[in-house]
């Protein structure tokens, strides 16, 4: 049975768009009949991330959070994993890491640890939102144009398509966003959009598929 | 990036002003920010302010080279 770690942490507004938008990988997973393990919120800390890599065969982890070059962190930003200390638990995996800049470094190294591939970002992954829209996310349509796509690409693996298939919609709906927001006169959502599809990277097997 | 010229700071600041008072940036572990504070952060100069320029430099570029019309 395949298996899926996901991480949302939630305990600022850019965690809080990113866990929400997140949570329909998790019903559409599990229709597919995958096996998931969401550590949300206070749960997304460093000991429960080791126990579940350790104990369960999760074929895909998908972290949410803030990072950095060679970290990925979980609630209340403290380090889950680290290069150099447990990237070795992503052995066998595919990981996907809406994580600033740590594909940058950390992927590298996963994938050199033994990880089946690394995607994410290998600079800081920025979005526009409304906040007047913070209490109903999924309803924020600015925020939409970035999260949308950042989603896209792990709706793509559990249909089973390949790493590289998954990364080629992703692009091609950042770059389908980035324009409208031009077509729109929204030159500061593009502007953002196209750092995003700039710096959105993988690393290892790209043409690596769920088991 | 390195230290913002007066003239980048000034042009980075000039395409911010569009930007729509009722939204905000998520820019990573920076954490987010309205236009008012991204202005200040270019006009400082700090950590955030490079970032914010390099962005926009990186658009410009892009527009130059005819990437986006």
Redesign the interface.
């Known amino acids: 049975m395949t298996e899926m770690l996901i991480t949302r942490p939630e305990h600022d507004k850019t965690t809080h768009y990113l866990s929400n938008w997140s949570k329909e990988i998790i019903n559409i997973a599990e229709g597919k009949n995958i096996k998931v393990f969401d550590l949300n919120r206070e749960k997304a800390i460093r000991t429960n991330v080791e126990v579940r890599l350790r104990k369960l065969s999760c074929n895909l982890t998908f972290f949410n959070g803030h990072g950095n070059f060679n970290v990925i962190t979980g609630h209340n930003n403290e380090p889950i994993i680290i290069g150099g200390e447990n990237e070795n638990l992503l052995k066998s995996k595919i990981v996907y890491a809406i994580s600033c800049k740590s594909a940058k470094e950390l992927g590298p190294r996963s994938v050199k640890a033994g990880a089946v591939s690394y995607t994410g970002f290998d600079d800081d992954f920025i979005f526009v939102y409304e906040p007047e829209n913070i209490s109903r996310p999924l309803h924020d349509n600015t925020a939409k144009l970035f999260l949308e796509p950042s989603q896209l690409f792990m709706k793509s693996l559990i249909k089973g398509n390949s790493v590289r298939e998954g990364m080629d919609k992703t692009k091609k709906l950042l770059a389908d966003n980035f324009l409208k927001a031009l077509n729109d006169n929204d030159r500061d959502s593009a502007k953002y959009l196209w750092w995003d599809l700039k710096h959105f990277v993988s690393h290892g097997d790209v043409d690596a598929k769920l088991q | 990036m390195s230290n913002l010229s007066e003239d980048i700071k000034e042009l980075v600041i000039f395409?911010l002003e569009?930007?729509?008072s009722?939204?905000?940036?998520?820019?990573?572990?920076?954490?987010?920010f309205t236009k008012e504070e991204l202005i200040e952060h270019v006009r400082k100069g700090d950590e955030i302010g490079k970032?914010v320029a390099d962005?926009?430099m990186?658009?410009i570029r892009?527009l130059k080279e005819g990437i986006?019309s």
């Open positions: 395409r569009a930007f729509p009722n939204r905000k940036v998520s820019i990573g572990s920076y954490g987010e970032k962005i926009e990186e658009f892009a986006v």
